[in-house]
């Protein structure tokens, strides 16, 4: 999804801007601490923070932190673990998305690397090599996060979860009490949706001129039919765990409902437009799936549309296997080439991070996606977000098979396309598909996560 950090929705906190060569609110030279008891209190649960002590021996030290988002609520968090430590300097270097995973790899391998550094979890294989793992008991994280079990390697946790995102329905409030419709009208069922879609369609001298519904482009069929499998039980891996499971009748039934919604209902066309978020931004389709980044696209770029969010439908009223898969917002990883000294704190400032409930708090809702720490789930900032609150009741039921190969949803796209605007059979499209995701996942080290679900057991 989305690479880069949105818009701060609903809530404000200090955002700098840094330039490429990177930025400190000071310089450590020569300053010394000498003040253990700071007379503040202890932050956290079991993963705690006691900030009345030294670091470092009070002695003057450096680190560097790489992200790729000028507003990472890590960087502020730096800053303030700068105000209670004055002999700490944690400078930020911030790289545009492409370069850092071309910079970083390199950079940890010596000890003029970063201390810490942001972590993208499509990212994984190129960083692990690099990264010490956390020096925080998995118990404790497992106490006060979910998500944590699928993140432990041979016992050992080396970032988490700090906040998940899953798709939604987007719709126009506007068409939507256009249309005669209520919040009484929400659909909770595939075959409510497609009614409700025909109901928000218009068409003049039989061109679509409003889509009830519209899934053209990236993050649009692509992203859906991973989580339409799923509410089936379909599972996106063979038993192998290394395997696609893209040609199977669960994606079959998923792709020809979606066509059938074009082609037989009406309710949108793949001649309508190549972007559905842009259509949806101008106010000419009614309704769109996407995941969270969108409330950030729509507040940055069509600050005019008044929208509503609701959960996914699920093809019955019963509870499925799971209501589509999550991807997480990752906590920070230790460079485990750094100094032992720089290390020392690098560890400690992970600790301060995750205590701390204003950094779950920032990320949830920078990324329009919901905390994974459980001290949160009731809090009041993240039940009145438009995005959040519909992911939270969800929580407990979305699945993360990992962060698997980009070609997965890559030729998902090119399936789609190769059905609605090259006429392929349906069958031979996803067959082809398969096929294509095999060949591009030959030699790769991606393992499934799928059966570290709490509800593995009862897929088909």
């Not at 972590?119 to 979910?146: G, K, R, V, W």
């Not at 765990?241 to 082609?263: A, M, Q, S």
């Not at 031979?428 to 499934?448: L, R």
């Amino acid at each position: 999804m989305k690479k880069s950090f949105l818009k701060v929705l609903g809530l404000s906190f200090l955002v700098l801007t840094l330039g490429a060569c990177g930025s400190s609110s000071k310089s450590n030279e020569g300053v010394e601490d000498k003040k253990a008891d700071k007379g503040l209190e202890v932050l956290g649960d079991k993963v705690s923070f006691d900030p009345n002590k030294l670091i470092n021996d009070g002695k003057p030290i450096d680190l560097e932190y790489w992200t790729w988002g000028d507003n990472d609520p890590v960087i502020s968090m730096a800053k303030e673990y700068e105000k209670i430590y004055p002999n700490v300097t944690i400078k930020t270097v911030v790289q545009p998305w492409d370069d850092m995973w071309k910079k970083i790899p390199l950079s940890l391998k010596g000890k003029d690397g970063p201390s810490v550094f942001n972590i993208h979890n499509s990212q994984h294989s190129i960083l692990f090599p690099y990264m010490a793992p956390y020096d925080i008991a998995t118990e404790d994280l497992q106490a006060d996060f979910t998500n944590v079990d699928s993140h432990i390697i041979d016992d050992k946790v080396y970032y988490i979860d700090t906040a998940v995102n899953t798709g939604n329905i987007y719709y126009n409030k506007a068409l939507w009490k256009e249309a005669g419709l209520t919040e009484n009208d929400i659909p909770k069922t595939w075959n409510d949706f497609r009614e409700v879609a025909k109901k928000l369609t218009k068409t003049e001298n039989d061109k679509i001129v409003q889509a009830g519904f519209n899934y053209n482009g990236a993050g649009g069929y692509n992203a859906m039919i991973l989580g339409l499998n799923y509410q089936k039980g379909e599972l996106l891996f063979k038993d192998d765990k290394t395997t696609v499971n893209f040609d199977n009748e669960g994606t079959r039934e998923n792709t020809k409902f979606l066509i059938d919604l074009y082609e037989k209902d009406k309710v949108g066309s793949k001649d309508f437009g190549d972007d559905a978020t842009m259509s949806f931004g101008n106010g000419q389709s009614a309704m769109v799936y996407r995941w969270g980044w969108m409330a950030g696209e729509l507040d940055n770029k069509y600050p005019d549309i008044d929208y509503g969010i609701f959960p996914t439908p699920t093809p019955s009223e019963e509870t499925p296997f799971a209501y589509d898969r999550y991807n997480g917002e990752s906590s920070p990883g230790v460079n485990k080439n750094q100094t032992p000294e720089r290390q020392a704190v690098a560890q400690d400032f992970i600790r301060y991070v995750l205590a701390n409930d204003e950094y779950s708090k920032k990320m949830a809702v920078t990324n329009a996606s919901f905390p994974t720490k459980k001290s949160l789930a009731t809090d009041e900032d993240i039940l009145s977000h438009p995005v959040l609150k519909e992911i939270g009741p969800r929580m407990d039921r979305l699945i993360w098979p990992g962060a698997f190969p980009s070609t997965i949803e890559t030729t998902g796209e090119q399936v789609i396309q190769n059905i609605i605007f090259n006429d392929q059979d349906l069958n031979k499209a996803i067959t082809d598909g398969q096929t294509g995701m095999e060949k591009d996942m030959k030699g790769s080290d991606f393992v499934s996560l799928e059966d570290t679900y709490q509800f593995f057991k009862e897929v088909k």
